[in-house]
């Protein structure tokens, strides 16, 4: 006994001593935290955006495609980094960035799209959302308001704070935020894990909401590793929203998810248990799936859904009513690449999930390309018409997609 | 105003002037002169603090241009030549100076650095994104062959959490390093020639 702890304490010593003479390795990245031993060396690894965007003249958009009768076209392009969309009452479409730090509006001239910057200078704006006049930024620390901003396009003014110290570890992974107006008008809004697989905090890996007349902030789902995108289903006002996986298990597992919130203080299963029946290595050991709300469906491992919207347009076929599109910006922790596309899910009466179909691809140009697409939808909005218009971030693009008889 | 300073504004206003609305390397070339002054003729560098641009990945070109003009990174230089370009020059410049040839390195690392030197990029996952010639890709520079003392600079930036990046993988990188391994791997990088 004694001489086994002799030995340790030799060992530990040693160990010290090395680890002095030798700097510990670089700490792993929050995208590459959670790899395997065998994992170390993968060349798998995230894409960046073209955040000066690229012209759509120098793009094969002619390759896109739709199903038959729908029609899709650039809508606008000059929006570098084109993230989340929101729509005025007016009709300006806004437009957020994640890495860069502008928010812009793009006004319809008639055939002709003006984009203005109206904010800039911000910190991760990732979200926005218009409501009764006002535009809503999330910003990766804070929920700022403008007044009126349809009228004030030129000077939207400093912007009030609705809740602040949203990031106070300043957390290295996920930061950035998605926001939408609830039936119950309070804002909803996503703080992701700070880290590929790793235990969060209260505040992580949650959908939050907060009152914007109060700025009073309450915990709505947990266990979400991250949320890039939600929406209410227009009959049950239940709040729908994408979640992406955990990365380094595999091509194909676990799924990235839709899921349904029916009541607040759901859980949804992170860290321990993934897809609504896996359980993490590590985080799900003496845990049981049984315990979380399960996923509505499973859209594929690594596919990256984000923005989604239920379809209430006009414009489409009627079974097209009630349906959820979803833009999926594309996996890269995959040997073989698969989404880059929009999805169409169709839910019946009773949150169940009967079909889920592509609806716009085209983007993916070889699975095993480095990079294997030239194009990734981020947001999706249904305009006043009934279209359908999609950001792409990699070029700094909004395309349109419409339908005639 | 100085004399080079003014001819600084002449010419950064003359590109902010021609603008293309596509990625173009005629155009890039016609707007290259002033980049060129510094960053050597066709993208080659000269000046040992100036990095070279020739032959650089195109994504990485123009997101740091814009990171320039957004004050992302900022440069005596480089912040003021950047604040005149628009995206569209951004994207033709990036465009030109990645399609020109890279010059071979006059830069002769010492035969100990050159020994340890890969074994260094690897520990300290230089290869991982750089990839293992590192030659770069997409939004992750081609570092070999790049002027030791930019190198040097950068690497010294990241670890004194001094330099921005896109996504704060160089900083964390760089807090491994000793200042020692960041000589070390800076001289073997600035040799290393064509692949």
Known sequence: MLRTLMATAVLAAFASAQAQDKPAPAPAQPWQQGRSAEQMESPLHPFAPNLTGRAAKDLPIDTLKVPAGFKVEVWADGVPEARSLALGDKGTVFVSNRISKNVYAVIDRGGQREVKTILKGMNAPNGIVFSKGTLYVAERNRITSYADIENHLDNPGEGKVVVDNLDPTTQPGHFWKFLAMGPDNKLYFNIGSPQNITMPTYMQASIMRVDPKTGVVENYAQGVRNSVGFDWSPKTHQLWFTVHGRDWLGDDSPADMLEVATRPGQHFGFPYCHEGDMLDPEYGKNRSCKEFTPPAAKLGAHVAPLGMRFYTGKMFPAEYQGNIFIAQHGSWNRTTKQGYNVIRVVVDGKNKVVKSEPFLTGFLTNDKGDPPMWGRPVDVLVMKDGALLVSDDYNGILYRISYKK | ?195
């Open chain 2, 1 to 195: 105003m100085s004399g080079a300073k003014a001819w600084l504004v002449v010419a950064a206003l003359a590109l902010a002037g021609g603008a293309a609305s596509a990625a173009d390397l005629e155009a890039g070339k016609r707007k290259a002169a002033l980049c060129e002054a510094c960053h050597g003729p066709e993208g080659n560098s000269v000046i040992p603090v100036n990095p070279s641009i020739a032959g650089q990945q195109v994504q990485f070109l123009s997101n740091t241009m814009l990171f320039f003009r957004e004050g992302n990174r900022k440069d005596a230089q480089m912040t003021p030549i950047a604040a005149n370009l628009s995206n569209a020059d951004m994207n033709d410049l990036a465009a030109y100076f990645s399609s020109l040839k890279i010059a071979p390195p006059k830069h002769k690392s010492s035969p100990e650095n050159a020994a340890a030197g890969p074994g260094l990029a690897q520990k300290f996952m230089c290869t991982q994104c750089h990839g293992p010639a590192l030659l770069g890709v997409q939004h992750i520079p081609r570092i070999a062959g790049q002027q030791f003392d930019y190198v040097k600079t950068q690497l010294l930036g990241f670890k004194a959490q001094k330099r921005s990046d896109i996504d704060g993988n160089m900083t964390s990188a760089a807090q491994a390093l000793s200042e020692k391994d960041i000589e070390i791997l800076a001289d073997y990088i600035a040799g290393i020639g064509a692949p």
